[in-house]
């Protein structure tokens, strides 16, 4: 089992800068990939910036250049530094890992990010 607490969510301004954070904790030994998605308001939960293995990034397009996906040495907690922030970023973001060694998902409770116009 591996428990995930995101923390980092609030309101700002379009432009403004946020960053969110996510503590993993349990068996974290087999992690695959890390990273985060994100659900708003009638649509589907998508993809935002995730680790795959050790250290290949892989980013939605249209985050490219404002989100920064990080973590630390120990690969416990990873973070998401979010740029010029647009309304349209408003969402539940929600940290993710893909476990190999027992080949499951884990979601953390997700945290609300409300970027005002």
């Known amino acids: 089992q591996v428990q995930l607490v995101e923390s980092g969510g609030d309101l700002v301004q379009a432009g403004g800068s946020l960053r969110l954070s996510c503590v993993a904790s349990?068996?974290?030994?087999?992690?695959?990939?890390m990273g985060w998605y994100r659900q708003a308001p009638e649509k589907e939960r998508e993809l935002v910036a995730r680790f795959i293995g050790d250290s290949t990034t892989d980013y939605a397009d249209y985050v490219k250049g404002r989100f920064t996906i990080s973590r630390d040495s120990a690969k416990t907690t990873v973070y998401l530094q979010m740029n010029s922030l647009k309304p349209e970023d408003t969402a539940v973001y929600y940290c993710?890992?893909?476990?190999?060694?027992?080949?499951?998902?884990?979601w953390g409770q997700g945290t609300q990010v409300t970027v005002s116009s």
């Open positions: 349990g068996s974290i030994s087999g992690i695959h990939t």
């Open positions: 993710n890992v893909y476990r190999w060694a027992d080949g499951r998902e884990y």
